[in-house]
C-alpha cells in the first residue's frame, strides 16, 4: 500500500538557521513522483518540486535543496538560512504512475509545521 | 491564465442542507481531483476524473457526489451535510497521471 510519512509534525527554529524536512514513502510501483509542496499561513498550496522515481539527483533551487534516496525510501527538504518568511505547513506527496485510475493521485504525509522565529 | 479557481470561498451550513463546491480550471487538464484537509490529517482524496464524463471515488468519497461534463467544471456536491464534512476542500487540476497537480485556493466549509 502507498503511504507517506512525515514523521516531524512542528519544528520550530530561529532565522538563519538550516533545517531539514523528513519524508519517507511506501509504494509498491517501480514507477513513481515526489512532491513537496508549500501551505503559508494564507492557505494556499504552492508546488515546489517533483521529482520521478528514475532521477535520484539532489536538487537545489536557491536556499532549497532536496535529498532523494531510493535505497532509504527518502526525499528529504533542506531550507539553508532559513528566514521568517518559510514559516509554514510543508506537504510531502507521492503519486504512482500505474496506468489510468487513482494512481495519478497524490497521497499525502500529514505534514510539518515549521516556524522560524526572528 | 487564472489557473484553477473554486468557489465560494468560505460557506457556513446547517445539517442537512446541500450545497455544490464549484471547481473550474483553463488549463485544458484532463485529470481533476478533490481533496478535504482537516487538522492533523493532511489532505485526502474525496472524487477524481481523468476526463469529461468519467469520475471515481477518492479515500473518502461518502457524502460527496461529482460530476464531469466538461473538461473545464468539476462541481462537488454535499447531498445533506453533516459537521463531520466541515474541512477545507481543494480542487487540483493535472494535465496527465502523475504531473504535477496545481490546486485552487480552497473552500473553507462549516456544518453546523
Known amino acids: 500500500a502507498q503511504k507517506v510519512t512525515q514523521a516531524q509534525t512542528e519544528i520550530s527554529v530561529v532565522e538563519k538557521e538550516d533545517v531539514t524536512l523528513d519524508c519517507v514513502y511506501e509504494t509498491r510501483d517501480t514507477t513513481y513522483y515526489l512532491f513537496w509542496y508549500k501551505q503559508p499561513p494564507s492557505g494556499e498550496l504552492v508546488f515546489l518540486i517533483r521529482r520521478n522515481s528514475f532521477d535520484e539527483q539532489n536538487e537545489i533551487s536557491g536556499r532549497y535543496s532536496w535529498n532523494f534516496q531510493k535505497s532509504t525510501s527518502s526525499f528529504n527538504f533542506t531550507i539553508t538560512a532559513s528566514q521568517v518568511v518559510d514559516s509554514a505547513v510543508y506537504f510531502c506527496a507521492l503519486s504512482e504512475r500505474g496506468y489510468g485510475g487513482s494512481q495519478g493521485n497524490l497521497i499525502f504525509g500529514k505534514g510539518t509545521k515549521l516556524s522560524v522565529k526572528p | 491564465n487564472a489557473g484553477v479557481t473554486q468557489t465560494p470561498k468560505f460557506q457556513v451550513l446547517k445539517t442537512g442542507q446541500s450545497m455544490t463546491l464549484q471547481c473550474a480550471q483553463d488549463m485544458n487538464h484532463e485529470y481533476m481531483s478533490w481533496y478535504r484537509q482537516d487538522p492533523g490529517m493532511g489532505l485526502r482524496l474525496i472524487h477524481y476524473?481523468?476526463?469529461?464524463?468519467?469520475?471515481d471515488q477518492g479515500e473518502v468519497p461518502n457524502g460527496y457526489n461529482v460530476s464531469r461534463s466538461t473538461t473545464e467544471d468539476f462541481p462537488l456536491r454535499l447531498l445533506s451535510a453533516a459537521p463531520s464534512q466541515t474541512s477545507v476542500y481543494f480542487c487540483?487540476?493535472?494535465?496527465?497521471?502523475?504531473?504535477?497537480?496545481?490546486f485552487g485556493p480552497g473552500t473553507r466549509l462549516t456544518v453546523l
Open positions: 476524473s481523468v476526463g469529461a464524463g468519467i469520475t
Open positions: 487540483a487540476s493535472t494535465p496527465y497521471s502523475g504531473g504535477t497537480q496545481y
